[in-house]
């Protein structure tokens, strides 16, 4: 099986509607780099998505398509007035005044992996913007494994990109095991793509 291209799949509300509010709390987010499970922002019903997309060029894209963009990025590319926090079933934007939520696809889960050697951080929902792994760059072999049903969700090299994250669309309501090597070293972390489950995983050290 071939690795899916990055840009095609704690607890959180969905919305059914896309959201803009002007809200205080959001600029905690922008200063708070990596998501933790409890800094989610509360945006609510606006009709100013359009305009704020615009303003940040991703005027057209889905969900999917801002995080194919923004995870591609890294260092001075990477934008500095927003944040972009991937959560299981939201994709929030903020810019420290108006936040906007948009839906992620209902059949995909987007889950970002930092395999890492010496130095990681603690990450629970990935942050587009802000989040970044000790390998750049550089050619990992990834297995995915489905822990119910034994099957093999992904297998393949993949590039990490510039943030030092490799980004995988997966089936929704899985729990498993990932396994990365690199260089003669492995390393595996469990990974849930359950609607509490985390969108970051950075505790998978390679040995």
């Known amino acids: 099986m071939t690795l899916p291209p990055a840009g095609t799949g704690r607890r959180t509300r969905r919305c059914n509607v896309k959201k803009l509010v002007m809200t205080a709390a959001a600029l905690?987010?922008?200063?708070?780099?990596c998501s933790s499970a409890d800094s989610a922002p509360e945006p609510s019903a606006g009709g100013a998505e359009a305009e704020f997309l615009d303003a940040y060029d991703l005027a057209g894209m889905d969900a999917a398509k801002i995080i194919d963009h923004l995870d591609r990025l890294g260092g001075g590319e990477r934008p500095t007035d927003f944040m972009a926090s991937v959560r299981p079933d939201?994709?929030?934007?903020s810019d420290g005044q108006r936040d906007l939520a948009l839906d992620m696809p209902a059949d995909r889960y987007y889950l970002s992996v930092a395999p890492?050697?010496?130095q990681t951080h603690e990450c629970f929902y990935h942050s587009l913007t802000t989040c970044q792994g000790e390998l750049t760059g550089e050619d990992v072999e990834v297995r995915?494994?489905?822990?119910?049903?034994?099957?093999?969700?992904?297998?393949?090299?993949?590039?990490?990109f510039d943030?030092?994250?490799?980004?995988?669309?997966?089936?929704?309501d899985v729990e498993g095991t990932i396994e990365v090597s690199y260089d003669g070293l492995t390393g595996t972390a469990d990974f849930s793509t359950t609607g509490d489950g985390a969108t970051c995983v950075t505790t998978l050290q390679l040995a």
């Open 116 to 118: 890492y050697v010496n």
């Open 163 to 172: 943030n030092g994250f490799a980004g995988f669309w997966l089936p929704r």
């Open 28 to 33: 905690v987010l922008v200063l708070a780099g």
């Open 90 to 93: 939201e994709l929030v934007l």
């Open 144 to 160: 995915i494994l489905d822990e119910a049903t034994g099957e093999v969700l992904i297998e393949g090299e993949t590039t990490t």
